[in-house]
């Protein structure tokens, strides 16, 4: 289903493959684009091949100063009407093994791609792909996500892409040879035009406990058993993304490490140990507070110490008391899914996103695009009768273009 979004006036960015519109919606159909990490440059013309395999991979560049951000942040919303505003809130999945339906969604203004599942393609004709969406998308540029942590959590195997050992043996490695992987794997994602990771994984299991951990430890997601441990070896991984250009996603706030069941097939799965000022959060607000400007992705369960009422991804006291206050986090804000989940199939699918909205979160997750457009009526809906709720959402945006300036995906204010 493709999600309409409206536009006005189009803007046009130079780039490296020609002149892509960046349209605001609802005006004319001409494909817009601009490209990633902190670049001027965009992706390539429209006639790009989707099974070309010849792109050439990009170089980095510092991130884009807090002024001109700003700046480009106050002329990209000039363009924007409330609902494609809204729109740029929602990070929407794309199957890997059907990327037909990324077109239509790319060409809606919507905020980014998330790409589901598993694929064998090669990085140079996902980066063919990924520039195609990019060219078609009207107004800022795209987030391009995928989940490449490493081991049994590795979306993309293909030519162009190093098989990954687990987070769990990734902590293990020298420093050197740590570095030398997150290098890698920025810069693999990168050439297949991916860039945001929703990785790595900050959670911290116990020891003796992995095998009872079933989102995280049974899959040996965790950089280790400490959150010393896990800290320090998330950072390389962090640091490594940004050095390509690539945005990290610290994950899943608060942290599961220390629940039983998993919030992808399991419901009301509480963690009764985890407070506000465990080591376990606290890691995640050392990252987040980087210089490299990761997003923190939050979990479905809910924290019985910190906020026994509400799910983590619905509870203001986690995300604006604790993430926001308590840790000084001041970037993106994404959910874990809110499509599939089991975790939330308990709230209907337009309340989802109002939900996360109101309670602090910036960008929602969804595997699931034919939820969208009743979400985004949701939250439009909302801010035009409720004024509070107006000013959240604007927030939210403006948090949200401003991570897109920084790495490249708005045009200069």
Known sequence: MEVRIGRCPRRRLRTSGGLLCLLLVACSSAPGGADRGGRTTTSRSPDTSATS??????????PVPASGAEAAVDAALQDLDL????????????????????APLA??????????????????????????????APGPGLWIAADQEGGQVQSLKGPGFEPMP??????RLPADRLAALADGLGKALDSAGVNLDLAPVVDVVPAGTERANAPIGAYEREYGSTAGAVTEAAAT???????????????????????ERNTDSAAAVTDTVTTAGDDQVQAFGTLARSASAPFVMVSSATYARIDPRNQAMFSSVVLTDVLRGQLRFDGVIVSDDVGNAEAVQAVPPDERALRFLKAGGTMILTVRPDDVPAMIDEVVRGSRH?????????????TALLAKARAGLLPPG
């Open 53 to 62: 395999s010849s792109a050439s991979p990009s170089t980095s560049v510092p």
């Open 83 to 102: 609902r494609a505003r809204v729109a740029q809130l929602f990070l929407v999945g794309v199957p890997l093994d059907d990327l037909d339906g990324g």
């Open 107 to 136: 060409r809606s203004g919507i905020g980014g791609l998330f790409l589901a599942g598993r694929s064998e393609a090669s990085a140079g004709d996902l980066a063919a792909v990924t520039a195609q969406w990019q060219a078609d």
């Open 166 to 171: 687990s987070a769990l043996a990734q902590g």
């Open 237 to 259: 991984i962090v640091q490594g993304l940004a050095d390509a250009g690539v945005t990290a996603t610290l994950k899943h706030f608060p942290g599961l490490g220390r629940v």
């Open 386 to 398: 409720d004024p509070g709720f107006a000013g959240t959402v604007d927030a939210a945006v403006r």
